[in-house]
């Protein structure tokens, strides 16, 4: 394998610093700020050192809090050191929680006690658990807490990574559209789902259309990426694969994230009812087993605040970004019916999406919300057809909300009643973002075209995919008056063309800090913007 960086190149003057770089004063101006520490007297052997050559990554970025995680070799104790001075000349260090076999030696921590709007410099090591003079090499990252009041905002979004197969190919630069988004300099990124690849196993080498050849790295190191994942270790090893991956690992340690998922994080077009009997990829039929399996793992690796007890296993939640944005994560997996024809004429079992609680709660928030901009992040859109084979009537079912033109009808039901309560509560600039199609679009809905129409007009900007096949573009649903104004996808006729075709996207967001304006780019994996629009708040 590789040997990851440890470092990573500030977006603000930050210089990699070594764990003896820091000064040994206890000095004053912060609350809690220790000296650094000091040197070991005994001097622990290489072998001992735990090695954390993954890197680190920072979730669900508050005010005054952040999620830091990251993975060692072996069982072991996270510490995390932390600064407002990248020469860490005041440090505060913490001794954070185990890592071991059963999260496959990953661990985070809830960085409390944060000053808003201010850079943030971290080192994260791994402590020997029977031997504390034995840690090892730091990772160091950096950050920016949430703004204060008046501040401007800029953000990525995207979905879909190592996906169709596609792996990391260092001859190819690897996973390039996150290092674009890294160098347009975020303040978070906003990751849509298909987070992994659990049901894509990978090849070392697949011969493309020009007669070169795509090889997939690393494949010695994750030999599980050679199947399909079914057991916790494999899908637990799905994420450590895009770990190994130079432009993810920078952009990791400099970029927040807020993850959501949708259904590659377990298997294909995945619910409840998904029944795998005539699957010959898998051994485990039982899609229960693998979603239990899948959550684990998911929370495991992703940066994200782990929900109460109340409901510990949570994906859906509201992280707020200052005055000018609320963002609003959905979850459209976890809770949905089986996947059907979705044409029922009467909401029932079959027809539930998002679910009730999860509805109260998105309806609660948004009622809430004091911020300009109510970004609702969804895995899916809403008016493309995304279809999932047929049924035993031979109809084909839909795997997510659209299911033909005409009146609202099946999955349908649930988003004319939030977007009827949007209207009715009167609550403006709610924009959706999503991903999941692998192409890029921009998504005018307006009720003046649509046969539903009591709703107020909205937006939905597609980005994705970042690092997986490309497709579309997909047919559209007239039943929320979809225009589709803007979309690329791959020449007619092509498909699952590879990340080298550079039909791989991502969206990025700016909100001016004075007048609130939210100006919407989608972005090649070049950095080249394909697509712009810029949308003025309105003051109700």
Not at 333 to 344: A, I, L
Request: with cysteine; proline share 6%.
């Amino acid at each position: 394998m590789s040997k990851p960086i440890t470092g990573v190149a500030s977006r603000r003057g930050f210089i990699k610093t070594s764990a003896g770089a820091a000064g040994g004063l206890l000095l004053g101006g912060l609350p809690g700020i220790l000296s650094a520490r000091q040197a070991p007297a005994v001097v622990a052997s290489d072998a001992a050192r735990p090695t954390a050559d993954w890197g680190l990554q920072i979730g669900d970025v508050l005010a005054d809090r952040a999620v830091i995680w990251s993975r060692a070799d072996r069982a072991s104790k996270l510490i995390v050191e932390w600064s407002l001075d990248p020469s860490f000349s005041q440090t505060r260090r913490i001794v954070g929680p185990h890592a071991l076999a059963t999260s496959d030696y990953t661990a985070r921590l809830d960085l409390t006690g944060l000053p808003s709007g201010q850079d943030v410099y971290l080192r994260t090591m791994f402590q020997n658990l029977d031997d504390e003079s034995a840690e090892s090499e730091p990772v160091t990252g950096q950050f920016r807490t949430r703004p204060r009041r008046g501040s401007g905002v800029r953000f990525v979004w995207g979905g879909d990574t190592a996906g169709q197969g596609w792996g990391i190919d260092p001859a190819d630069g690897g996973m390039r559209c996150y290092e674009a988004m890294r160098a347009v300099d975020p303040d978070f990124f906003l990751h849509s789902g298909d987070t992994i690849y659990a049901d894509g196993p990978m090849k070392a080498e697949v011969a493309l259309a020009d007669g070169s050849i795509w090889r997939n790295a690393f494949l010695d190191a994750v030999p599980e990426k050679l199947k399909v994942a079914e057991t916790l270790q494999e899908y637990h090893r799905n994420y450590l694969y895009n770990l190994y991956d130079d432009n993810v690992r920078r952009f990791n340690a400099q970029v927040p994230q807020i993850w959501q998922w949708d259904d590659h994080e377990v298997t294909n077009n995945w619910s409840p009812s998904k029944d795998l009997s005539a699957n010959a990829a898998y051994t485990e039929k039982r899609v229960q087993t693998l979603v239990g399996n899948a959550t684990k793992a998911f929370l495991d690796y992703g940066p994200m605040r782990w929900n109460s007890q109340v409901e510990s296993e949570r994906v859906y939640r509201r992280v707020p970004y200052g005055d000018a944005l609320d963002v609003f994560v959905l979850d459209m997996r976890s809770y949905r019916g089986p996947n059907t024809h979705n044409r029922q004429s009467t909401p029932g079992a079959e027809t539930v999406f998002l679910g009730a609680e999860q509805i109260a709660w998105l309806k609660r928030s948004l009622l809430q919300s004091t911020a300009t901009w109510k970004v609702i992040a969804a895995d899916m859109p809403i008016g493309l057809l995304v279809p999932d084979g047929t049924d035993a009537q031979g109809r084909t079912r839909y795997e997510a909300i659209a299911n033909g033109d005409g009146p609202v009808l099946g999955r349908e039901f649930e988003i004319a009643e939030i977007l009827r309560f949007i209207k009715r509560s009167r609550i403006a600039n709610t924009v959706w973002l999503t991903a999941d199609v692998h192409y890029c679009a921009a998504h005018y809905y307006d009720p003046k075209s649509a046969v539903f129409q009591d709703f107020d007009p909205f937006w939905e900007f597609v980005a994705g995919p970042l690092h997986a096949g490309t497709f579309g573009p997909s047919a559209i649903d007239d039943t929320f008056g979809i225009d589709v104004v803007f979309n690329k996808a791959p020449p007619s006729g092509q498909s699952n063309l590879p990340p080298s075709a550079n039909y791989q996207f991502f969206g990025q967001v700016d909100i001016d800090a004075r007048t609130h304006a939210m100006t919407v780019a989608l972005k090649d994996s070049t950095g080249a913007r394909v697509y712009g629009k810029t949308l003025a708040p309105e003051r109700r």
